[in-house]
């Protein structure tokens, strides 16, 4: 009995000794090259990931999109494409901002000790109505602080057309629909808020300004548009998603938006 538990016990020896002797020797992983929009378009993978010893990288994206069978193949290409491009520099301002290829000893120490690392994810949802298909962008960064912070970025698509819609163009010319939804916002995020309502930041973040409302899609008959943290209240109040009717909006929508 006792033979064979020294037999166990030196078996056991020999793995953790082969296993520390592999991390300490294996080399440090080089970093891949930046995606091109091209690359993230021409393959019909829907992701990319790469991971070194200081970040990693894991992005899903749509390589096609409801309007290939919907519109025409060309249209499905440049909807493709302008979100390949989206996906591809946001990576590449990821490696720009982290700096990654010029670290000193110093950098490394501060930034990466034991073993801690960056990271943007990037995933998406679709969201369709009937004249309208939207791909919703969820942008997940960490490098280093107190805590990683999530963004949003939308596109959507004419569903007839084909044609990439901003915010403006499913209001009818010459409305003032910015202060429209600035006035619904401020009167319903206060409730959705409760004890993380900020009167400052909500203020700030619901003016009647198009950078705050451009993450937008529409999911059936109703707006939705997203705001992340700290964009209307602290971080702590999370991402919120301003839910408005299209029949409250219905005289100042365009008719095929309604």
Request: glycine share 4%; aromatic share 12%.
């Amino acid at each position: 009995m006792k033979n064979t538990n020294y037999i166990y016990t030196g078996v056991i020896l020999i793995v953790v000794v082969a296993i520390t002797f592999f991390a300490i020797t294996r080399p440090v992983p080089k970093a891949a090259h930046t995606p091109t929009a091209e690359e993230l378009t021409a393959t019909q993978s829907r992701s990319y990931t790469e991971k070194t010893a200081y970040y990693t990288i894991a992005t899903n994206y749509a390589s096609s999109t409801l309007l290939r069978t919907d519109v025409s193949v060309a249209v499905d290409d440049a909807a493709v494409a302008e979100m390949g491009n989206f996906v591809s520099d946001t990576v590449a301002q990821f490696k720009k901002d982290g700096k990654y290829t010029n670290l000193t000893p110093q950098d490394i120490q501060m930034r990466f000790n034991g073993g801690r690392t960056d990271s943007l994810n990037i995933v998406y949802l679709i969201s369709t109505a009937p004249r309208t298909v939207s791909y919703i962008y969820t942008i997940y960064l960490d490098t280093g602080g107190a805590h990683g912070n999530t963004f949003f970025h939308t596109f959507t698509f004419d569903a007839v057309s084909g044609a990439s819609l901003a915010l403006a163009d499913i209001f009818a010319p010459g409305t003032d629909y910015l202060t429209a939804l600035s006035k619904i916002a401020r009167a319903k995020l206060p409730e959705m808020l409760k004890e993380h309502m900020d009167a400052q930041m909500l203020s700030s973040g619901t003016a009647p300004d198009a950078k705050n409302f451009e993450n937008f899609f529409i999911d059936n008959d109703t707006l939705k548009i997203q705001f992340a943290p700290y964009a209307v209240a602290p971080y702590s109040a999370g991402p919120q998603t301003l839910q408005i009717p299209l029949s409250d909006l219905a005289n100042i929508l365009k008719p095929e938006y309604r």
